[in-house]
T-cell receptor
């Protein structure tokens, strides 16, 4: 079965620092990959998705992710974080009618 | 559209009591998903429905958990009897067509369950 691993459980950054959150998936075939964000007290929202084509995907709020098939990775990046990016970030893979999520990474950004 | 509506937002109950969580999906969406979020395991898929029919309940942790979808606009997740380890945030999500490969999932605001 497909699975998703997020190795960074908690990341603490200062504003303007660069961000990279790791995501690895287990399936070797065609994959559809997603990053969701959950702001404090809110529901999950889609940040970006990859289905096919350009492996560098741009999402909302300046986030981007790069699909590297050889590494089974789909890392999330942002060049300069803001305090408002404080949230929990989930990587997910689509598998036969459903989304399988990683355990999430909690990001704290300090002013 | 008001989005996916879950109730209650918070539930505190004593161990052994029955708990019922409710979800109203977006009108017209034919897939409904129940997820559980904990610190240790992140987001786990418990069960999902397509056109009101349960498709995969392999994520339901124990027989104490049951879910129903009596019609296209309502679903319940029931825990009977509840235990402290059931404490978590339970999310409901719906989508128009799961066949569009995960695009278009809308999540509810979740129910935070605390079992004491």
């Amino acid at each position: 079965a497909q699975s998703v691993s997020q190795h960074n459980h908690h990341v603490i950054l200062s504003e303007a620092a660069s961000l990279e959150l790791g995501c690895n998936y287990s399936y070797g075939g065609t994959v559809n990959l997603f990053w969701y964000v959950q702001y404090p007290g809110q529901h999950l929202q889609l940040l970006l998705k990859y289905f096919s084509g350009d492996p560098l995907v741009k999402g909302i709020k300046g986030f981007e992710a790069e699909f590297i098939k050889s590494k089974f990775s789909f890392n999330l990046r942002k060049p300069s974080v803001q305090w408002s990016d404080t949230a929990e970030y989930f990587c997910a893979v689509y598998n036969t009618d459903k989304l399988i999520f990683g355990t999430g990474t909690r990001l704290q950004v300090f002013p | 559209d008001a989005g996916v509506i879950q109730s209650p937002r918070h539930e505190v109950t004593e161990m052994g009591q029955e708990v019922t969580l409710r979800c109203k999906p977006i009108s017209g969406h034919d897939y409904l998903f129940w997820y559980r979020q904990t610190m240790m395991r992140g987001l786990e898929l418990l069960i999902y429905f397509n056109n009101n029919v349960p498709i995969d309940d392999s994520g339901m942790p124990e027989d104490r958990f049951s879910a129903k979808m009596p019609n296209a606009s309502f679903s319940t997740l029931k825990i009977q009897p509840s235990e402290p380890r059931d404490s978590a945030v339970y999310f409901c999500a719906s989508s128009l067509e799961s066949g569009v490969e995960g695009y278009g999932y809308t999540f509810g605001s979740g129910t935070r369950l605390t079992v004491v």
